[in-house]
């Protein structure tokens, strides 16, 4: 039986775009993390009692391993019970976010039909697969798009007056 055959190399230009804005929906994630421990251990209130708090660390502690579509279902639980005014609209540019995370992190590329262009083989759960070629360029946007959300999130996360530690900062 023959070895399939090898992938195409990508671009250096797309390689560096897909890691941009790889470590971006990275970076997302530790924001919503920050922001449902931010958000959730105000709705515990000043006056939690131990079994609150043992319950909400225990809590804490499991989201450290969750994926971008949890953690974005979890921080839009934790946002309901807070007075964020854009809710809806962030929760649904997430969600957007989550599919593109899929996309760029889960595709086999391909040429595109155009030079500068690849097309990403990829099939979602709902069996959808994506009819576009994507340039380097098209990546970076969803990079930048990734930031900006991210820092909205970190903002919400900041009005709760509870900042927490980021990784990786720690003074030692």
Known sequence: MPLPRAP???SDEMAAALGHAVSGFGFLEEALKRAIFSLTRQGLGEDADDAALEK???????????SL???I???GAAMRHARIGDRDVLYDILGELRLKRNLLCHASWRPGAQPGYWHPTFINTRGERFPDDLSAE?????HADTLRIARRVVSIMRATGIDGEWAGHDDD
């Open 73 to 75: 279902d979890s921080f």
């Open 8 to 10: 195409d190399r990508l």
């Open 69 to 71: 579509g949890t953690l």
């Open 56 to 66: 909400w660390l225990r809590r804490m502690e499991d989201i450290a391993d969750d």
């Open 138 to 142: 098209d990546v970076l946007q969803i």
